[in-house]
């Protein structure tokens, strides 16, 4: 079969109003269908908007999965002689850097180890809100508590960023996750000479290698002095950078480029998604009161630990939702695979990018009932007050970390961090929004998806706290 085709691109037509490529993407798939391709600057692209042809897609057995390379960071690599990273590595040399990276994060029991750690921070955060009615500036003040929390996992240290001093440039993540986005839209000149567009990236880049490659360096001195000696495995004090130094399988510039991607990625990513659920919890003060009732009935005003957190399953909802809504990246995953293949009955040649559109699918109506309302409910497994029709039923509907080997490789890190902040504010403080705000909170495309204007959150202190 032929897959229906467009060359209808026109991003500004008068009768076609879309703004963003998601936008285009859906009014496409109500045009063609949910399997579909289109020209776009050099080649065909597929795009498929159902779950159960993500599930064809991505389950597909490929030895080493190809990922479209971040073309503006490989060329800021080659100039700066800097080793490649996960999101420019394909194939073996991929698979080299992921594996041991992946051995040592996406273990469940090694994240534990995290739990008091980030708790810590989090209560300093927590103390630092007491006597103060109002986050002017929620995304801001998130990144510099993201910063104090990934900061522990790459440097298994305190940065210092609660006391207002954060070591990263708010602007400079800006830059670097806006210019990533935008570079790979248009002609790409960068590739040439260095544009000042690309001067901006490469000196916030630079900035942010500065910062990591000082902390390193400190972090290896520690260890070589005998007063950093956590590692990875049953002692209270893990260390990543120690335990893959320890581990033998990479050097340390491609432990340095690891850990600076890490660094980076992990602060925007998750004080975007922190500032998302924050904002859905203010709106929806009866979810925000079953968060706090959950946390009365396990914890109290007690402290945390892996088995309390693991009981926690309504606050873990009410995450899972409000990236449901507020999807963490702009579109969604994509495949290019070495050998010809079929989705759905229809034949896609070898080297045809193939493009999961799981933002879409996120807020499609088929797939989830009411998309537009906050209702953690459907992410409940014994809930039985919610209309089944709403229940979150197909896993491949719901991707915010992508699937398979090349699936987000600080996930349960990121959830974890967030949870833990989330559970001490709401332990501690009701949130709201100041009256007359808006409820709706628009969003941006970047690398991550972050919110349009600044969110101010209200604080009411809990009795008793």
Same mark, same amino acid.
């Given at each position: &079969?032929?897959?229906?085709?467009?060359?209808?691109?026109?991003?500004?037509?008068?009768?076609?109003?879309?703004?963003?490529i998601?936008?285009l993407?859906?009014?496409?798939?109500?045009?063609?269908?949910?399997?579909?391709?289109?020209?776009?600057?050099?080649?065909?692209?597929?795009?498929?908007?159902?779950?159960?042809?993500?599930?064809?897609?991505?389950?597909?057995?490929?030895?080493?999965?190809?990922?479209?390379e971040?073309?503006?960071?490989?060329?800021?690599?080659?100039?700066?002689?800097?080793?490649?990273?996960?999101?420019?590595?394909?194939?073996?040399?991929?698979?080299?850097?992921?594996?041991?990276?992946?051995?040592?994060?996406?273990?469940?029991?090694?994240?534990?180890?995290?739990? /008091?750690?980030?708790?810590?921070?989090?209560? %300093?955060?927590?103390?630092?809100?007491?006597?103060?009615?109002?986050?002017? %500036?929620?995304?801001?003040t998130?990144?510099?508590?993201?910063?104090?929390?990934?900061?522990?996992l790459?440097?298994?240290?305190?940065?210092?960023?609660?006391?207002?001093?954060?070591?990263?440039? &708010?602007?400079?993540?800006?830059?670097?996750?806006?210019?990533t986005?935008?570079?790979g839209?248009?002609?790409?000149?960068?590739?040439?000479?260095?544009?000042?567009?690309?001067?901006?990236?490469?000196?916030?880049?630079?900035?942010?290698?500065?910062?990591?490659?000082?902390?390193?360096?400190?972090?290896?001195?520690?260890l070589?002095?005998? @007063?950093?000696?956590?590692?990875d495995?049953?002692?209270?004090?893990?260390?990543?950078?120690?335990?893959?130094?320890?581990?033998?399988?990479l050097?340390?510039?491609?432990?340095?480029?690891?850990?600076?991607?890490?660094?980076?990625?992990?602060? %925007?990513?998750?004080?975007?998604?922190?500032?998302?659920?924050?904002?859905?919890?203010?709106?929806?003060?009866?979810?925000?009161?079953?968060?706090?009732?959950?946390?009365?009935?396990?914890?109290?005003?007690?402290?945390?630990n892996?088995?309390?957190?693991?009981? &926690?399953?309504?606050?873990?909802? +009410?995450?899972?939702?409000? &990236?449901?809504?507020?999807?963490?990246i702009?579109?969604?995953?994509?495949?290019?695979?070495?050998? %010809? +293949?079929?989705?759905?009955?229809?034949?896609?040649?070898?080297?045809?990018?193939?493009?999961?559109?799981?933002?879409?699918?996120s807020?499609?109506?088929r797939?989830?009932?009411?998309?537009?309302?906050?209702? /953690?409910?459907?992410?409940?497994?014994?809930?039985?007050?919610?209309?089944?029709?709403v229940?979150?039923?197909h896993?491949?509907a719901?991707?915010? !970390?992508?699937?398979?080997p090349?699936?987000?490789?600080?996930?349960?890190?990121?959830?974890?961090?967030?949870?833990?902040?989330?559970?001490?504010?709401?332990?501690? !403080?009701?949130?709201?929004?100041? /009256?007359?705000?808006?409820?709706?909170?628009?969003?941006? @495309?970047?690398?991550?998806?972050?919110?349009?204007?600044?969110?101010?959150?209200?604080?009411?202190?809990?009795?008793?706290?």
């Amino acid at each position: &079969m032929t897959i229906k085709s467009t060359y209808d691109l026109c991003l500004f037509s008068a009768d076609q109003p879309f703004v963003t490529i998601n936008d285009l993407f859906r009014l496409l798939q109500q045009k063609y269908g949910d399997i579909y391709r289109f020209r776009g600057t050099f080649r065909w692209v597929v795009v498929v908007s159902n779950p159960d042809l993500a599930n064809e897609v991505l389950t597909k057995r490929v030895k080493y999965p190809f990922r479209p390379e971040v073309e503006i960071v490989k060329v800021f690599g080659i100039r700066n002689n800097i080793e490649e990273g996960l999101g420019t590595l394909q194939g073996e040399a991929w698979w080299h850097l992921r594996k041991p990276a992946q051995d040592h994060m996406l273990k469940p029991t090694a994240v534990q180890l995290y739990i /008091p750690l980030i708790e810590q921070v989090a209560e %300093d955060f927590v103390a630092t809100l007491r006597g103060v009615p109002v986050i002017e %500036d929620c995304l801001k003040t998130l990144v510099s508590v993201s910063t104090e929390c990934v900061g522990m996992l790459c440097f298994n240290r305190r940065l210092g960023c609660l006391d207002g001093q954060s070591i990263v440039n &708010m602007e400079d993540l800006n830059t670097i996750f806006t210019s990533t986005a935008e570079a790979g839209r248009f002609f790409k000149p960068y590739k040439y000479f260095r544009t000042p567009f690309y001067k901006r990236f490469e000196k916030a880049v630079q900035n942010l290698h500065s910062i990591t490659d000082k902390e390193i360096e400190g972090a290896l001195r520690r260890l070589r002095d005998g @007063t950093n000696q956590g590692v990875d495995g049953d002692t209270s004090e893990p260390n990543l950078l120690l335990s893959m130094l320890s581990d033998g399988r990479l050097n340390k510039e491609k432990i340095n480029v690891l850990i600076t991607n890490l660094f980076g990625g992990g602060i %925007d990513s998750t004080s975007n998604t922190l500032a998302f659920l924050w904002h859905e919890l203010a709106v929806n003060a009866d979810k925000q009161e079953n968060i706090y009732q959950e946390i009365v009935t396990t914890v109290g005003n007690g402290d945390l630990n892996k088995e309390s957190l693991s009981k &926690m399953s309504y606050v873990k909802a +009410c995450l899972k939702e409000s &990236m449901r809504k507020n999807f963490p990246i702009n579109v969604g995953s994509i495949r290019i695979f070495d050998n %010809d +293949c079929f989705v759905s009955g229809y034949h896609i040649p070898k080297k045809t990018p193939i493009l999961i559109a799981s933002n879409n699918i996120s807020k499609d109506a088929r797939f989830h009932k009411h998309p537009d309302q906050f209702i /953690p409910e459907r992410f409940l497994r014994r809930e039985n007050t919610t209309d089944a029709e709403v229940k979150h039923t197909h896993p491949f509907a719901y991707l915010p !970390f992508g699937f398979g080997p090349r699936s987000c490789i600080g996930q349960r890190f990121a959830e974890t961090e967030i949870l833990v902040l989330t559970i001490k504010l709401i332990q501690n !403080f009701r949130i709201s929004l100041p /009256p007359g705000s808006d409820r709706h909170l628009e969003s941006v @495309t970047r690398t991550f998806t972050a919110p349009a204007r600044k969110v101010t959150l209200h604080l009411t202190r809990r009795t008793g706290t």
